[in-house]
């Protein structure tokens, strides 16, 4: 009986070596018995494993990925399992696409709770600040996950989070970003992190000024976001007193219409401002002069959405102020619109652009940007909730979507967007100002004025 030596319990490098130590010397599963750290799994077990004899080494792409996931896993017979997945692979190199297989099925189902474990931690882990004398301000958040993934899922946090120095704790093993490179701990309890701090209480009322009576759905809310998470998030404190006046707040909403403009939906909408501010969940936040947020009444009946912003409106911090902004102004005018009543932003929150000499010229935002941006975006239609909403173009259009569609496709359709707003996609009054030939530049004004008038109409009464 031979006896595999793990550093830790998600040793993917360690299981690694050693499993493909053990396979090219031809020992069976049965006669492996896998360990983690110093304390023995079998009394009577060999401990040395062999060298492994020359010879030539290959497993189907897919397998790596695979078992570096599963090997996260909880379950204590996963070292077994994927090493006897091994041998088979090798015999048998199309074994993975065999989704019937009993073997296959198991480990392609713990990856999956894996992949859902490194998802949860992702989404419910709060930060709470921890002032410390005479050091620099550290953020530190408690979680308990269900599998072994905090050091697979570290790298996203410090990527997510590099400005930030922070910890994340947790029962088993607690790791930690100094701003430069990541350390791993021991394990700890709950009690070793903050109980809050104070910009949780500008979170709370922002959370719960956005939260929809209307649209609660229990069972999915609670499938997405199971209770043993909610002790994690200062937000989840506030539930059970929202969903119990969830009718009360329904009907109020619906006599309100909408009417408070001056209470709490701007209150969240001036928080949510506020936060983009200092913005930087994409790397265009370096080189442009500050966030141009979007503006307009927070019960608008209608809202536009364009690229991003110009030269000009990163500038000003105003969007729709430049050379489009006044075709944009001169359009909505003709179309019976009243800038004062609608509420205007863009897809992309920052201005991207070259430096050609003293001029900074315009680029179109890649997927990323506009991916990063989306929050921004879900965020402003979840306060202000527009029936109706324009894309400006191909950018905005794919922000609103989440999809990339061709404006000659799918311009004058209304779109029933995911909260049950209606979208329309016209073309952005830059593509206007670009058409060199005059005629053409008239008739596709004239178009896209009555792109307008079709969206202003489409407003429920």
């Not at 550093?7 to 993917?12: G, V």
């Not at 709060?126 to 004398?133: G, I």
């Not at 400005?163 to 093993?173: A, H, R």
Request: glycine share 6%; proline share 7%.
């Amino acid at each position: 009986m031979r006896v595999a030596t793990l550093a830790t319990e998600d040793d993917y490098d360690g299981w690694r070596t050693a499993a493909r130590t053990l396979a090219l010397a031809g020992i069976a599963p049965h006669d492996i018995v896998w360990q983690v750290g110093e304390i023995p799994a079998d009394l009577f077990g060999d401990e040395a494993t062999p060298d492994a004899p020359p010879g030539a080494f290959s497993v189907p792409r897919a397998f790596p990925d695979l078992a570096r996931t599963a090997l996260c896993h909880r379950d204590p017979e996963r070292f077994a399992l994927l090493y006897t997945l091994l041998t088979r692979v090798r015999a048998q190199p199309g074994l993975l696409e065999d989704r019937a297989d009993p073997l296959v099925q198991r480990i392609e189902h713990m990856a999956k709770d894996v992949r859902r474990d490194m998802h949860k931690m992702r989404a419910f882990v709060r930060f709470r600040e921890l002032a410390v004398d005479g050091q620099e301000t550290r953020y530190v958040a408690w979680f308990k996950p269900d599998n072994h993934i905090v050091r697979i899922n570290a790298d996203f946090f410090a990527r997510r989070f590099t400005t930030m120095q922070w910890s994340i704790l947790t029962p088993d093993l607690s790791v930690h970003w100094d701003g430069t490179a990541l350390a791993f701990t021991a394990g700890a309890v709950a009690a070793d992190a903050p109980d809050g701090d104070p910009l949780e209480e500008t979170w709370k009322t922002y959370y719960a000024a956005i939260f929809n009576p209307a649209r609660v759905k229990v069972g999915a809310m609670t499938k997405e976001m199971p209770k043993k998470y909610w002790k994690n998030m200062p937000e989840t404190a506030l539930i059970p007193d929202l969903l119990a006046t969830a009718q009360q707040r329904e009907s109020g909403m619906i006599a309100a219409a909408h009417a408070d403009i001056g209470g709490n939906t701007r209150i969240a909408w001036e928080a949510l401002r506020e936060e983009a501010l200092g913005c930087t969940r994409c790397p265009l936040h370096g080189p442009a002069t500050q966030t141009v947020f979007g503006e307009g009444p927070t019960d608008a009946r209608l809202m536009f959405v364009g690229e991003q912003p110009g030269d000009q409106e990163d500038l000003a911090g105003h969007p729709f102020v430049g050379p489009a902004g006044q075709v944009f102004d001169r359009a909505i005018a003709a179309a019976g619109i009243d800038r004062a009543q609608v509420y205007v932003t863009n897809a992309v929150k920052h201005f991207k652009y070259e430096q050609r000499g003293r001029r900074r010229i315009h680029a179109k935002p890649a997927a990323p940007e506009i991916d990063a941006c989306r929050w921004w975006i879900e965020q402003e239609r979840m306060i202000v909730r527009p029936p109706v909403t324009v894309a400006l173009g191909a950018t905005a259009a794919r922000s609103l979507l989440g999809r990339v569609v061709t404006i000659s496709k799918t311009r004058g359709q209304p779109i029933t967007l995911p909260d049950g707003g209606t979208a329309w996609i016209t073309v952005h009054p830059s593509y206007l100002l670009r058409l060199p030939d005059k005629a053409q530049a008239e008739d596709e004004y004239a178009r896209f004025v009555e792109d307008l008038k079709v969206a202003q109409a489409s407003i429920p009464a």
